[in-house]
């Protein structure tokens, strides 16, 4: 199974970017599928989630300006990003957790990265 991420890049403060990503390969079920961020020198966190009945949590830092949602036709999940900030700087990995088959346990899948950039 691979994650393949999209849509990072430079932005202002205040601007708005939108990050994708498409799972691929052999897998029976998702279940969730969520983006963790990491800055330079700090620890990866998760940012949002969002559970296989669209259950959706965020990290305080980001609740109210970034919105996680989910297309199950196309195996992606995004993330809508607004009123960015600096701080939002890092390298975003989108992360699952599926099933390769029923009644067998999860296992994770994390994708490459892309960098965001948000300049003041």
């Known amino acids: 199974v691979q994650l393949q991420a999209s849509g990072g890049g430079l932005v202002q403060a205040g601007g708005s970017l939108r990050l994708s990503c498409q799972a691929s390969?052999?897998?029976?079920?998702?279940?969730?599928m969520g983006w963790y961020r990491q800055g330079a020198g700090k620890q990866r966190e998760l940012v949002a989630r969002?559970?296989?009945?669209?259950?959706?949590s965020y990290a305080d830092s980001v609740k109210g300006r970034f919105t996680i949602s989910r297309d199950y036709a196309k195996n992606t999940v995004y993330l809508l990003m607004d009123s960015l900030k600096p701080e939002d700087t890092g390298v975003y990995f989108c992360h699952m957790e599926y099933q390769r088959a029923s009644y067998v346990p999860a296992v994770a899948s994390w994708g490459q990265g892309t960098q965001l950039t948000v300049s003041s």
């Open positions: 969002i559970t296989s009945d669209d259950s959706t």
């Open positions: 390969g052999s897998f029976a079920t998702i279940n969730d």
